[in-house]
């Protein structure tokens, strides 16, 4: 597994890094080579940020902790990525043997885009984030969703065709978001 380290406020150490290829290598048995992991630190006044993202054939895999050492974090975000990669274990399986999702994630295209400033208009689009609209059912977005640990989703839904929303709400249920016709 290829692992880059991307740092903000702190320079990496060696020992640090050994430390990070040594658990993710547990990892390497279900991904094999062609994985690849970013590992993002980052001190923030007297706490530390680890984001890790590990992506293969498409997959998406993303966990981000915040406490106090840099080393528990680290331990917190294997294992969230251990319990993601359970989680969805059988579903993808199912679903890939079902022939369902060929290309189950696109790689997403972030472009920082330059906004007119408009007489009339107040807002400050910070980013734009363009997503692939390939059509699926609403559970291959709520897998999506959960995989790239967001609150929403934006999807083409192949029943409809239309362009909906899942979302996961406050009591741990999800929704969906369809446009009305009226």
């Given at each position: ?87 969805n ?42 997503i ?11 897998l ?29 249920r ?9």
């Amino acid at each position: 597994m290829l692992i880059n380290y991307i740092s903000k406020n702190v320079n990496l150490k060696d020992n640090f890094k050994v430390m990070v290829e040594k658990k993710l290598s547990k990892f390497d048995r279900l991904f094999g080579d062609s994985a690849s992991a970013t590992v993002k630190v980052a001190v923030l006044k007297n706490r530390q940020r680890v984001e890790i993202t590990i992506s293969n054939n498409g997959m998406i895999y993303r966990s981000e902790c915040t406490t106090g050492e840099m080393n528990d974090a680290v331990d917190k975000c294997i294992v969230i990525l251990g319990r993601q990669i359970r989680k969805n274990k059988t579903k993808l399986g199912r679903r890939l043997r079902e022939g369902s999702i060929d290309e189950f994630i696109a790689s997403e295209l972030e472009a920082a885009a330059d906004v007119d400033e408009s007489d009339d208009v107040d807002y400050d689009v910070y980013r734009i984030k363009k997503i692939p609209m390939k059509p699926m059912n609403v559970d291959e977005a709520i897998l999506r969703m959960n995989m790239v640990d967001h609150q929403f989703f934006m999807f083409t839904n192949a029943d409809s065709g239309q362009i909906n929303v899942v979302y996961k709400r406050d009591d741990g249920r999800y929704g969906l978001l369809e446009p009305d016709e009226d």
